[in-house]
């Protein structure tokens, strides 16, 4: 390396370093790791110009920082795999597969007397009792302390039942 690209390359990174230094703290991070994305980038494009990298090596590497904007265009372009629509399934789900309109959805007998099982109720209760109850079981079987995912959905879906009814 000359000289001159030495200097220019020190004095290139103490403008970048007084640069960094006026930014606010919660936006250094972002500008940093933006710096270290184009000069990889810089270095894979001089890599492939100098022959030092293959040409397909150059474009799988130069695809690489946009594969964070690629991957969701990507699933739904392939909705078979059926991954993009993950929060309408767990939306499904919670609903125990029904569909409702609204809060004034009409439940069978059946529906509300399940309800009332699920929670440990007897029919007539105040709203604040199944809000009790259901706060109770979840907190028992909630997914996120190892329990299961259909018996939440249940637990919610009766609390919905009972206090839509």
Known sequence: MNPI?????????????????????RKRLTAIVTIILALGALVIVLMAITGRLPWIAALVAGLLP????????LL???????????QRNE??????????TGPNTQYSRQQVREAYDILGLKPGCSKDEIIAAHRRLMQKNHPDRGG?????A???QAKDTLLND
């Open 5 to 25: 690209s030495f200097v220019l390359l020190i004095g290139i990174t103490f403008l970048v370093i007084l640069w960094l230094r006026s930014l606010p703290k």
């Open 66 to 73: 946009f594969t964070r904007h690629l991957l969701p265009f």
């Open 76 to 86: 739904k372009a392939l909705p078979f795999l059926n991954i993009w629509n993950k």
């Open 91 to 100: 939306k499904h789900n919670r609903e125990g597969g029904q569909k409702r």
């Open 148 to 152: 299961s995912d259909y018996l939440a």
């Open 154 to 156: 249940k637990i919610n």
